[in-house]
């Protein structure tokens, strides 16, 4: 049964007044991970937009433990860890490894699919922003064809989106699944599962970036939505080889209304070169990708 809002654990462990953007989207999503985690929880995190959250020593707005690796370091630093633990004996912790889309679809590939591999007992999240956002926007393997970066600023971006998530679901984790900052109640009901599972398990997190995309900071939700109504981003899960469409997904994949692509591109300043040929073809992949998920849902 999803979790109501209502029932949402009421301690915080976030303080307010963190170092984050204006309409950030990524201290939505955190703070109701944590919610759902608790207070057993250690986290290892790279140079990114989630060490600003963190803040600089010897302050911070964090009440969970936290340790800074290096950029592509990420899944080894949470492999370090939960070995520690493990010889300490305090099984009873959460160790959850998380960075964004550069530290995980291009630098932290390695460390973190051995560690798949080996089913070391941890959580991972990929946060994805779409770009290198922390560092000034420049292009990543998670960026989508048609947006423009300070890597790609005459010229967008002409390659796809990696299917990282397809490469982890190679890896036969522990548990698999996509959330977003705009759906916290699905987002927390899948780290709650998560938590009470061993193994490797992997989530993906997408988090809407005014300063990088180009938006009102007002409108970090409503975009996470839109990515979610027009299939852009679909909620599901993977677990013991069960494949499940969630919240939203799942209401459009019943109902059938989901939205046109250009809805979500046109908020968006990244996609303004964009060509009428070029929103044509990613709609098509959106459709043929939905397509393949109806399918798996037996829907």
């Known amino acids: 049964m999803a979790t ?23 201290p939505i999503a955190y703070r109701h991970m944590l919610k759902a985690l608790g207070p057993k929880t250690i986290v290892t995190l790279p140079a ?7 803040g600089m020593y010897p302050k911070t707005p964090v009440l969970v433990n936290a340790v800074n690796n290096v950029f592509g370091g990420t ?72 947006a423009i970066t300070t890597t790609t600023p005459v010229h967008p971006k002409e390659q796809p989106k990696k299917d990282f ?40 997190l997408a988090i809407p970036c005014p300063a990088g995309w180009g938006y009102p900071t007002k409108d970090t939700v409503k975009i996470g939505r839109l990515a979610v109504e027009t299939g852009v981003v679909v909620l599901y899960e993977l677990e013991n080889g069960v494949f499940r469409l969630t919240g939203k997904s799942l209401n459009l994949a019943k109902t059938r209304r989901k939205r046109p692509v250009e809805d979500y591109l046109k908020t968006q300043a990244r996609f303004r070169k964009m060509t009428p040929e070029q929103i044509e073809a990613y709609q098509k992949a959106i459709d043929e990708r939905w397509e393949g998920f109806l399918n798996r849902a037996g829907l």
């Not at 990929?126 to 922390?134: F, G, Q, S, V, W």
């Not at 996509?178 to 927390?188: E, F, G, K, Q």
């Open 165 to 204: 998530i397809q490469i982890m679901e190679a890896h036969h984790p522990a548990y698999l699944a996509t959330t977003c900052s705009s759906y916290p109640l699905d987002l927390y009901d899948k780290f709650s599962k998560a938590r009470g599972i061993s193994g490797t398990r992997f989530i993906h």
């Open 75 to 146: 899944a080894a630093s949470a492999s370090g860890l939960v070995a520690g633990l493990k010889a300490l004996g305090k099984d009873d912790y959460t160790v959850l490894a998380m960075a964004g889309d550069g530290g995980t679809f291009d630098m932290g590939i390695q460390a973190l699919s051995g560690a798949a591999e080996r089913q070391t007992n941890f959580i991972y999240v990929c946060y994805d922003n779409e770009a290198y956002m922390n560092t000034g926007v420049q292009r990543s393997s998670a960026t989508p064809a048609g």
């Open 4 to 26: 109501a809002l209502l029932d949402l654990p009421e301690k915080e462990y976030i303080l307010p007044g963190t170092r984050t953007c204006a309409g950030c989207g990524l």
């Open 48 to 54: 990114c937009c989630l060490t600003i959250l963190h």
